[in-house]
């Protein structure tokens, strides 16, 4: 059996390594990759003596695919955990610790939120179970909207927009409910008579289990035990035509006649995989907007006296041109042994492109200011890295999960093609994995 993965991001090495696990040497692999890399979004540079990744640099630990695969690959002792530090918020021209037990950063009553934003606000908050909600059972709107419309915009700006940045680099204007926050959905949709009352039925139980999990040298390490585990033929700086159909499978140029065809790619980029022979699973996936971001990753002296706190988030209407701070010596045990603090820098939210088009010096020199102003220290890096991530994360607008259930009720149709990718049911990297493996699943069972 021949098989094109078209795509070589996490999504698609899994679904690459999953074929190859099922078929064995029976299967002939071609994995086409635009760039001249292969990982997609994720990537591991080398700073102050050390690999540091400069795309998603943690995982909901929590879930299991990542684990998993680890294990898999023989490469569990790779797994590491933060050190419980917890996050600050920047409001106001104040760092103020994160709020405990939200949702995304909308709150179940006024506590969490006290301190962050003003006494009109916890008062809208605490009065908010009395007023009556207006929800439609299957429906959906902007977290903005909801969240603005019962407990203030304050706490959309301070609390919620600051998470929602660092998840989606988006704002909560551009995210749907149903599709960012399912299980406040699902209470919703329940008869939830307030969005108090909602959050508390949504909120996980305690748990003493890592939120997040990382890896000790980077993310590249599971691309490459993907990669070396999937053995396929590597096609990279390599663009795919558009698939057509052929008698017993798909032909697709430069790489010939294949029996199946999995495209993990970017929804642009399968928009126009798929224009000719799904034009409505196309018309779907070009609707799906995408958000630009860069990171800079400073090595700092390792005396540095930054706060311990495993990071710095900014809410939105501040004076400041990054949007986060990753306190990473802080954050991740094996990286405060190195001879050097290290600190990452985010910048870019859905709409706002303009940090891309600066100049590496300039980001830099940006990132340095605005960190000097949130910790109070003035900072002296010793070495910096600069990565952008043009078109990097797909925003899930309201009604994302019925428009991804038309897209995959049309792929259905085709046979022996399948779609992967962070457009589809959550942009996190076990997310990702889970759509590969979904995508390699559909294939073997034609």
């Known amino acids: 059996m021949r098989v094109a993965v078209i795509g070589g991001g996490i999504s698609g ?8 696990r099922a078929l064995g040497s029976d299967l002939e692999l071609i994995l086409v990759e635009r760039r001249e890399r292969i990982g997609g979004i994720l990537y591991t540079g080398e700073l102050g003596g050390g690999p540091v990744d400069l795309g998603a640099e943690a995982f909901v630990g929590r879930r299991p695919e990542i684990p998993a695969l680890l294990a898999e690959l023989g490469l569990s002792d790779q797994l590491v955990h933060p050190a419980g530090r917890r996050p600050l918020i920047w409001s106001g021209g104040v760092a103020r610790p994160l709020p405990e037990r939200t949702l995304m950063g909308i709150p179940s009553g006024p506590d969490p939120v006290a301190g962050l934003v ?24 902007s977290v903005a909207e909801l969240v603005a419309d019962r407990f203030g915009p304050q706490v959309v700006a301070r609390s919620v927009d600051p998470l929602l940045g660092g998840v989606y680099a988006g704002r909560a204007e551009s995210i749907g409910v149903r599709a960012a926050l399912p299980t406040l959905a699902a209470a919703l949709d329940a008869g939830a008579p307030n969005l108090t009352r909602a959050i508390a039925d949504a909120l996980p139980p305690p748990s003493t289990a890592p939120v997040f999990g990382g890896l000790r040298d980077g993310y590249r390490v599971l691309l490459d035990g993907l990669r070396e585990a999937a053995a396929p033929k590597l096609e990279t700086d390599t663009v795919a035509t558009s698939p057509t159909r052929t008698a017993s499978g798909w032909a697709i140029d430069p790489i010939g006649a294949v029996d199946a065809v999995i495209l993990a790619t970017p929804a642009p980029v399968t928009a126009a995989l798929l224009r000719e022979v799904a034009p409505e699973a196309a018309a779907v996936a070009s609707a799906i907007e995408l958000s630009s971001s860069a990171v800079v990753a400073l090595g700092l002296p390792v005396g540095t006296p930054l706060p311990d706190n495993s990071g710095i988030l900014v809410a939105t209407g501040e004076p400041l041109r990054a949007k986060a701070f990753t306190l990473s010596s802080r954050k991740w045990p094996h990286l405060a042994e190195r001879d050097v603090a290290l600190v990452r820098a985010s910048f870019g939210r859905f709409g706002d492109d303009t940090p891309l088009s600066w100049s590496d010096e300039e980001l830099i020199a940006a990132a340095v200011a605005d960190l000097s102003t949130v910790t109070g220290v003035a900072m002296r890096p010793e070495t910096a890295l600069v990565q952008r991530w043009r078109g990097g994360l797909p925003q899930y607008a309201p009604g994302h999960t019925a428009r991804i259930a038309e897209l995959e009720a049309r792929v259905a149709a085709l046979p022996r093609l399948a779609v992967a990718g962070a457009y589809l049911h959550g942009v996190g990297v076990p997310a990702c994995a889970a759509s590969g493996t979904a995508a390699a699943q559909r294939i073997l069972s034609e």
């Open 118 to 141: 003003d006494e009109a606000t916890l008062a809208r908050i605490a009065d908010e179970p009395g007023r009556p909600l207006r929800w439609e059972r299957g429906g959906d709107v």
């Open 13 to 20: 090495l899994v679904a690459a390594y999953r074929l190859r």
